[in-house]
């Protein structure tokens, strides 16, 4: 697989668009820099990789526009060192992003197609999550809680209750609410039992599916 000049160029303008439209973390910006997100698209589609736009990968499912993984990731408020929990694996693109920013990595991937070759690409590329899982992204993973941050990459119909608890106090949960148009929302745990509620618009998301198996 190849990185070359062009790659590089294309991400560089990819950059400088997600600036133009208020993503202002420089952790971020870097880790979108440094990725070649072409590497997570079939090698036809090349061209499309640096277009701020959304893209289908397999088992009808997409990678996230790259606005959209780096707005969820400029929320979580991270820092290196911290854990963070991501509902829906998907093409490892947002995975990839969280390690580059030297997170440690719990990803949860329900559709197995994927799972299965997301589980050996990333490794192959040289980004390895703590733990990749195949299962319910609504159920988290409790066993592995508290988390600093929890990113679902999947519109959900409502908020998992499981995730909430397993957020750190001072943990953020980033999910994408609703069923046609998902408001990205922010959870902010306070206390044991308090969170903050934060809204940041409209986008558009495939479902979070539950555990059909």
Request: charge should be positive; avoid cysteine; hydrophobic fraction near 40%.
């Amino acid at each position: 697989m190849k990185d070359t000049f062009t790659h590089k160029g294309m991400r560089k303008k990819l950059v400088d668009t997600l600036r133009k439209k208020g993503i202002t973390n420089e952790e971020v910006l870097k880790a979108i820099q440094n990725i070649p997100r072409h590497w997570f698209m079939d090698s036809g589609f090349v061209d499309h990789a640096y277009v701020d736009k959304a893209f289908p990968i397999a088992a009808e499912q997409t990678i996230s526009q790259p606005y959209t993984v780096a707005r969820q990731t400029e929320l979580l408020e991270i820092t290196a060192g911290d854990t963070v929990l991501e509902i829906g694996t998907g093409s490892g693109y947002q995975s990839a992003v969280l390690l580059e920013m030297g997170v440690t990595v719990y990803t949860i991937e329900r559709q197995n197609e994927l799972f299965k070759k997301t589980s050996l690409f990333l490794p192959k590329i040289g980004y390895r999550p703590k733990k990749m899982v195949f299962g319910d992204g609504y159920k988290g993973l409790p066993e592995f809680a508290p988390f600093n941050g929890i990113v679902v990459t999947a519109g959900a119909p409502f908020v998992p209750k499981p995730l909430l608890a397993q957020l750190k106090i001072g943990g953020r949960l980033v999910i994408p609410v609703g069923e046609e148009v998902q408001i990205m929302t922010v959870f902010t745990r306070t206390s044991g039992t308090h969170f903050e509620k934060a809204e940041h618009g409209e986008f558009r998301f495939v479902p979070l599916l539950e555990d059909k198996n």
